[in-house]
């Protein structure tokens, strides 16, 4: 059972413009979220978090947006730098749990010149 | 900068031997660490979570007598895969909060294990 679902595996956009990966949940325990981006062979980086009371937070050129009702969240990268060309996931807890993090699939950016 | 190292990152070593993986966390105690497993295009996986002083916690279908775990000091836990085989080849990541119990995981930079 995927709880954390990412149903993009890559993504191409053009430098400078908006990146915006997708991410979905389907356990309504969770209620922290983060982004964590990832280059080959190595581990994964923490980017931006949000906890359920909030439905923005943003730091930076990255944004993740949550939609408690739908159970989905964003993370929306402007603009768009070459660098940021990575696998990114998503990943959920619940905060009386501690630090189980539930990850999704990750989604491939790649970031055109 | 870094505040999880791994070591190594990267081992090759033949089917029937053991391997040791070692995390540490820099400049800051972590009574918890957690490993995590990626085959590849696939998600992380957590595999156990280590505590310091006490027995690991493991998930649900890791074998705890194949992937030893000993948190034996606030800042270092190891990961022993026994006895491996071809099909333990994978990605081991480990991770630690830097902030107790709330905050995210900050991970090491992985260890790629190849059985042959």
């Known amino acids: 059972d995927q709880q954390v679902k990412q149903n993009s595996p890559s993504l191409s956009v053009q430098e400078g413009r908006i990146s915006i990966l997708n991410c979905d949940y389907t356990?309504?325990?969770?209620?922290?979220f983060l982004w964590y981006k990832k280059y080959p062979a190595e581990g994964p980086t923490f980017l931006i978090s949000?906890?359920?009371?909030?439905d923005k937070n943003e730091d930076g050129r990255f944004t993740v947006f949550l939609n408690k009702s739908a159970k989905h969240l964003s993370l929306h990268i402007v603009p768009s730098q070459p660098g940021d060309s990575a696998v990114y996931f998503c990943?959920?807890?619940?905060?009386?749990?501690?630090?189980?993090?539930?990850f999704g699939e990750g989604t491939q950016l790649t970031v055109n010149p | 900068g870094a505040v999880v190292s791994q070591h190594p990152s990267r081992v090759i070593c033949k089917s029937g031997t053991s391997v040791k993986i070692e995390c540490r966390s820099l400049?800051?105690?972590?009574?918890?660490m957690f490993w995590y497993r990626q085959f590849p295009k696939q998600s992380l996986m957590l595999m156990a979570t280590?505590?310091?002083?006490?027995?690991?916690?493991?998930e649900q279908g890791v074998e705890k007598d194949k992937f030893l775990i000993n948190h034996a000091s606030l800042t270092l836990s190891t990961l022993t895969v026994t006895s491996a085989h071809p099909e333990d080849s994978s990605f081991y990541i480990c991770?630690?909060?830097?902030?107790?119990?709330?905050?995210?995981?900050?991970f090491g930079n992985g260890t790629r294990l190849t059985v042959t």
């Open positions: 991770s630690a909060r830097t902030g107790g119990h709330v905050g995210p995981l900050h």
């Open positions: 356990n309504s325990m969770f209620d922290y």
């Open positions: 949000i906890s359920s009371i909030k």
């Open positions: 990943a959920a807890s619940r905060e009386t749990s501690g630090s189980r993090l539930t």
């Open positions: 400049d800051f105690q972590a009574t918890t």
């Open positions: 280590s505590n310091e002083g006490s027995k690991a916690t493991y």
